[in-house]
């Protein structure tokens, strides 16, 4: 399936559409403290780039965001609606995230997922993530969530 992936305002109604659906499917499995939900308005940050997935008929797919921490940057909000799943979509999203993060200069690239989300650990581990220790206000011990970390090519890391 052909996909565009391009930065968008977390703000605009399509994008809060697919936030709230990744906020439902979390919630039905993970309890409260294990459960990280970013609302749209903390995604408008100026620290972190938002995109969308659509298809060449424009329809919005999916969502993944790029948080900019001092020392690594974070993937948040990675989500491909269930019917859309298994199409390279979201290597698709990870490789936006990716360039974004080595055109602000990042070596690192981390993120924390559910340890329910076995298509999501598989999807991670396929892209060259390894499992780390939680990380930032994460809780350290918890059989919910992992934790990955990815290095980015340092040739392709660009500065800021």
Known sequence: ??????????????????????????????????????????????TTDFFLAETFGGEKIGTIALRRVKDYAEIKRMFVLPEHRGKGIAHALLKAA????????????RLETGSYQSAAIA?????????RS???????????????????????ATGS
């Open 123 to 131: 999807l991670y581990e396929s892209a060259g993530y390894q499992r």
């Open 1 to 46: 399936m052909g996909v565009i992936v391009r930065y968008a305002d977390p703000l605009g109604d399509e994008a809060r559409t697919l936030i709230a659906a990744l906020d439902a499917e979390l919630a039905g499995h993970y309890d409260d403290e294990n459960n990280f939900p970013v609302s749209p308005e903390e995604l408008a940050d100026k």
């Open 98 to 109: 990716h360039e974004s993060a080595m055109q602000h200069g990042y070596e690192i690239v």
């Open 134 to 156: 939680a990380f930032g206000d994460y809780p350290p011990e918890s059989e919910q969530n992992i934790y990955f970390e990815y290095a980015l090519p340092a040739e392709e």
